[in-house]
């Protein structure tokens, strides 16, 4: 029913860019927070960037003024343009519906309703 699918990820060199994409079907998309998260190999799952229904923003401070996060409510999509890319930032990135309607701190793993299947995103040297 729900279906978060993400495009846009790719393999790119120290300090380029690239933007990431996340439609959104099967829920109501203006009301949900939304979010990206990311995981590495052998590390945890975490908040990358989260946008609240009212377009307050969240960074983590490893991607603050790299990152920029955005949505398009009448397109149902999500987006997070990176910039200046670092190895550090390779992994797969997960759009994730987090909550409706929450204004608190949120942008965590044990607050997501749902994930998409992720998208790898590799940096290289």
């Known amino acids: 029913q729900v279906q978060l699918v993400e495009s846009g990820g790719g393999s790119v060199q120290a300090g380029g860019a690239l933007r990431l994409s996340c439609t959104a079907s099967g829920l109501t998309f203006a009301t949900y927070a939304m979010g990206w998260f990311r995981q590495a190999p052998g590390k945890e799952r975490e908040g990358v960037s989260c946008i609240s229904w009212r377009s307050s923003t969240y960074y983590g401070d490893s991607v603050k003024g790299r990152f920029t996060i955005s949505r398009d409510n009448a397109k149902n999509t999500l987006y997070l343009q990176m910039n200046s890319l670092k190895p550090e930032d390779t992994a797969i990135y997960y759009c994730?519906?987090?909550?409706?309607?929450?204004?608190?701190?949120?942008?965590?793993?044990?607050?997501?309703?749902?994930w998409g299947q992720g998208t790898q995103v590799t940096v290289s040297s």
């Open positions: 994730a519906a987090v909550k409706p309607y929450v204004s608190g701190p949120y942008c965590q793993r044990g607050e997501v309703d749902y």
